[in-house]
Structure formats: structure tokens, C-alpha cells
């Protein structure tokens, strides 16, 4: 017996009751709850709709969908960022290493010409932060209309992991001597964090539009 949709939005209204708000992963869950539905009304017509979705629930794990959310909030994590890390490393091989090259050479021939050592580095920080507001501006300005998924929620955890870096790099470059500023090796070391740090954003930036890029192929319909 196929489901109504006004069947599927009750166990969709449901779901979202009991803390599911990632579409993606409420669509899954509905589509258990649904295939099991439908095959128990098979069976038995006269069974109330809402208490066997209960019953499903109840069935579904001792901790409802709580146990489910976390495998696949950490399955998801763990994607992002070895999907970051694979684009990080194309920037270290043909084609792009040359414009790699090309950027971290410009990078040491403006720290060489510059004298104010302190005040390149001051800003280069200025440049993080600016990146830092720009991703805090991306996850929290957004359409109340749209739906979240939690393959793309993954951009409010890579905020707080990049801005831990940047909060790092910035109070490393404040603590510097002038003793510090004039040793060219612990110059290059800062500068080379420095240019890590863009290409890790950048990676991690082109791994959300992509997977932003597959939820719209794949949920057409819906706001994203």
C-alpha cells in the first residue's frame, strides 16, 4: 500500500518533532519509516497510522534518531575534510603547483622588499580575518525559506576550525620580538602558514559548492 503524501508530510512533521531539522537526513528516515508503513498496512489495513509510526520509533534505537544524527554528522565531518585535504594537494601538482609557485614566490619577494616586517604580517592577519567574517557572513546570513542539510552544515564546523587556526597565526605573529621579525627562517615558516592557510580555505570553500552544487541536482525542488 503506497503512502499519501499527506501520510509522508505527517511522518516528515514527526521527525522534525523529534529534532531531526537536516532534510537530507529527515528524507532518509521518512523513507524507513515509509517502506516498513507500507508494508505493515499491506499486512493489516486497519492499523492506526500514527501509533505504528510510534512503534517504528520505538523500534528505531534506544536513543531514537539522536544515535543516527551523530554517525552521520561524524561520517559527513570526516568526508568534508578528506575532501579538503585531496584538494589541498592538487595545489602541490601540474597543473596548478605553477600557479602554487607563482603566489608563494610573490609571497617572499614582498616580504624581501618590505622593511616593516611587523606590519606585513599585521597584514596578512587582517587578510584571515577578513576571510574569517567572510565564511561567518556565508553560514549565518542565509534564507529562513531554505532547507538545511547536514552535508553542507559542515561549513559552520570549518569556521570554527579555520578560525582557530587564524586565532592561532595571529597571536603567534603579536608575540614576536623584533629579534624574531629579522630572522629570515622564522619569517619564511609564518609566511608559509600563511599561504597553507589560504590554499586550506580555499579547499575547503570549493568542497562546499560542490556538495551545494549535488544537494540541488538531487533535491531540484527544494531551496538550497
Same mark, same amino acid.
Given at each position: =500500500?503506497?503512502?499519501?503524501?499527506?501520510?509522508?508530510?505527517?511522518?516528515?512533521?514527526? @521527525?522534525?518533532?523529534? #529534532?531531526?531539522?537536516?532534510?537530507?537526513?529527515?528524507?532518509?528516515? +521518512?523513507?524507513? &519509516?515509509?517502506?516498513?508503513?507500507?508494508?505493515?498496512?499491506?499486512?493489516?489495513?486497519?492499523? %492506526?497510522?500514527?501509533?505504528?509510526?510510534?512503534?517504528?520509533?520505538?523500534?528505531? %534505537?534506544?536513543? #531514537?534518531?539522536?544515535?543516527? *544524527?551523530?554517525?552521520?554528522?561524524?561520517?559527513?565531518?570526516?568526508?568534508?575534510?578528506?575532501?579538503?585535504?585531496?584538494?589541498?594537494?592538487?595545489?602541490?601538482?601540474?597543473?596548478?603547483?605553477?600557479?602554487t609557485g607563482i603566489f608563494i614566490v610573490s609571497l617572499f619577494f614582498a616580504m624581501n622588499y618590505v622593511d616593516?616586517?611587523?606590519?606585513?604580517?599585521?597584514? *596578512? #592577519? $587582517? +587578510? *584571515?580575518?577578513?576571510?574569517?567574517?567572510?565564511?561567518?557572513?556565508?553560514?549565518?546570513?542565509?534564507?529562513?525559506?531554505?532547507? %538545511?542539510?547536514?552535508?553542507?552544515?559542515?561549513? =559552520?564546523?570549518? &569556521?570554527? @576550525?579555520?578560525?582557530?587556526?587564524?586565532?592561532? $597565526?595571529?597571536?603567534?605573529? #603579536?608575540?614576536?620580538?623584533s629579534e624574531s621579525l629579522l630572522n629570515g627562517t622564522h619569517n619564511s615558516i609564518q609566511l608559509g602558514v600563511?599561504?597553507l592557510l589560504l590554499l586550506f580555505y580555499w579547499s575547503g570553500e570549493y568542497v562546499y559548492y560542490q556538495n551545494?552544487?549535488?544537494?540541488?541536482?538531487?533535491?531540484?525542488?527544494?531551496?538550497?
Amino acid at each position: =500500500m503506497e503512502l499519501s503524501k499527506e501520510q509522508l508530510l505527517q511522518i516528515d512533521n514527526y @521527525v522534525v518533532v523529534c #529534532g531531526i531539522k537536516y532534510y537530507d537526513v529527515r528524507t532518509e528516515i +521518512v523513507d524507513h &519509516f515509509a517502506t516498513i508503513l507500507e508494508k505493515r498496512l499491506d499486512e493489516n489495513p486497519d492499523l %492506526s497510522f500514527k501509533t505504528e509510526i510510534l512503534n517504528i520509533h520505538k523500534d528505531f %534505537s534506544d536513543r #531514537g534518531f539522536s544515535k543516527l *544524527l551523530e554517525e552521520k554528522t561524524k561520517a559527513v565531518k570526516k568526508r568534508f575534510y578528506k575532501q579538503s585535504l585531496q584538494h589541498l594537494t592538487t595545489f602541490f601538482k601540474l597543473p596548478k603547483i605553477i600557479i602554487t609557485g607563482i603566489f608563494i614566490v610573490s609571497l617572499f619577494f614582498a616580504m624581501n622588499y618590505v622593511d616593516d616586517k611587523d606590519t606585513l604580517f599585521a597584514i *596578512l #592577519g $587582517f +587578510v *584571515l580575518i577578513f576571510l574569517v567574517f567572510r565564511l561567518l557572513f556565508n553560514v549565518n546570513i542565509r534564507d529562513t525559506k531554505k532547507e %538545511s542539510f547536514l552535508v553542507l552544515n559542515m561549513t =559552520m564546523h570549518f &569556521f570554527n @576550525v579555520f578560525y582557530l587556526f587564524v586565532a592561532t $597565526f595571529n597571536f603567534f605573529s #603579536g608575540i614576536r620580538g623584533s629579534e624574531s621579525l629579522l630572522n629570515g627562517t622564522h619569517n619564511s615558516i609564518q609566511l608559509g602558514v600563511f599561504a597553507l592557510l589560504l590554499l586550506f580555505y580555499w579547499s575547503g570553500e570549493y568542497v562546499y559548492y560542490q556538495n551545494k552544487k549535488l544537494v540541488k541536482e538531487q533535491y531540484s525542488n527544494i531551496l538550497v
